[in-house]
T-cell receptor, first 114, second 111 residues
Framework: DGGITQSPKYLFRKEGQNVTLSCEQNLNHDAMYWYRQDPGQGLRLIYYSQIVNDFQKGDIAEGYSVSREKKESFPLTVTSAQKNPTAFYLC?????????????FGPGTRLTVT | GENVEQHPSTLSVQEGDSAVIKCTYSDSASNYFPWYKQELGKRPQLIIDIRSNVGEKKDQRIAVTLNKTAKHFSLHITETQPEDSAVYFCAASGGDDKIIFGKGTRLHILP
């Protein structure tokens, strides 16, 4: 393990609060991704970034925001507008800015909102 | 957009037997099909992938087959071992340049 890290491993928040999940990579990868994993739902793409200072919405971007100010970092903010934020969040990176290459995943952050 | 269906959702096989997981996709423009393995409490990791210009790919006990005409691809694991127990995800990408994952198959290897 190593190369792509996420913190914290577990996160608890009260409803109505924004929360930011950290994702850092030292692989010098161009592209970074955020996925949400729910039981029985597979991985669903939230946002992705193929270059610094640029990012695009994935399939379930509503209620989330991201930034990519540095190549190594791609934080995800879960806003109070996300109706069902409790989930397991996975960050990933790929050496090439294309979905048609291997993605390296971080260990994930389990977010619980009550 | 792309849609990926994965079956079965749960699979139990006797240790030493073979396991097969199947996926279908809808976008004929998809050209990259990876398989990820996620062990309990761990991150997903790529175990094998195939591109649309190839019909089959093998890596030791693991193989993937692709039928572009029927738009389906399958993961084959032979001589299963206890460490093969995990959740397996298929995915497809290339059509609209995004990736869509299947919902996963939980594989149990029985002693």
């Amino acid at each position: 393990d190593g190369g792509i890290t996420q913190s914290p491993k577990y996160l608890f928040r009260k409803e109505g609060q924004n929360v930011t999940l950290s994702c850092e990579q030292n692989l010098n990868h161009d592209a970074m991704y955020w996925y949400r994993q729910d039981p029985g739902q597979g991985l669903r793409l939230i946002y992705y970034s193929q270059i610094v200072n640029d990012f695009q919405k994935g399939d379930i971007a509503e209620g989330y925001s991201v930034s990519r100010e540095k190549k190594e970092s791609f934080p995800l903010t879960v806003t109070s507008a996300q109706k069902n934020p409790t989930a397991f969040y996975l960050c990933a990176s790929s050496i090439v800015a294309s979905f048609s290459y291997e993605q390296y995943f971080g260990p994930g952050t389990r977010l619980t909102v009550t | 957009g792309e849609n990926v269906e994965q079956h079965p959702s749960t699979l139990s096989v006797q240790e030493g037997d073979s396991a097969v997981i199947k996926c279908t996709y809808s976008d004929s423009a998809s050209n990259y099909f990876p398989w990820y393995k996620q062990e309990l409490g761990k991150r997903p990791q790529l175990i094998i992938d195939i591109r649309s210009n190839v019909g089959e790919k093998k890596d030791q006990r693991i193989a993937v087959t692709l039928n572009k005409t029927a738009k389906h691809f399958s993961l084959h694991i032979t001589e299963t071992q206890p460490e093969d127990s995990a959740v397996y995800f298929c995915a497809a990408s290339g059509g609209d340049d995004k990736i869509i994952f299947g919902k996963g198959t939980r594989l149990h290897i029985l002693p």
